[in-house]
């Protein structure tokens, strides 16, 4: 099943094929309450600091109806529809690091 195979990559970091540089999968997690306090604490500072980055990269959308910023939504969503799943990566760089090779 697509839900669990999703499952198995949390918290894996895995190489882009640049120096040093790699990726990983997280999850808001604070209603698992199996999860160590210490990596629930790492992961939400985690998503944190990449929702924060993401709020500086992407100028806000504000809806009329319910007044929110639907950058928020478009970040926090992902569809999965039988064993496919949809989403929208984003990419951001600090702006300090733009335009500067890896």
């Given at each position: 099943m697509l839900h669990d195979d999703i499952q198995k990559l949390l918290g894996i970091s895995f190489p882009t094929g640049v120096d040093g540089l790699t990726w990983?999968?997280?999850k808001s997690n604070n209603s698992d309450f199996n999860?160590?306090?210490a990596l629930r604490a790492d992961t939400n500072v985690k998503l944190s600091q990449a929702l924060d980055l993401l709020r500086a990269c992407f100028m806000p959308i504000i809806?009329?109806?319910?007044?929110?910023?639907i950058i928020i939504d478009i970040i926090n969503s992902s569809t999965i529809h039988g064993q496919k799943l949809a989403e929208m990566p984003l990419v951001v760089t600090i702006f300090k690091y733009r335009g500067h090779d890896a």
């Open positions: 990983k999968l997280l999860m160590h306090d809806i009329e109806h319910g007044k929110r910023n």
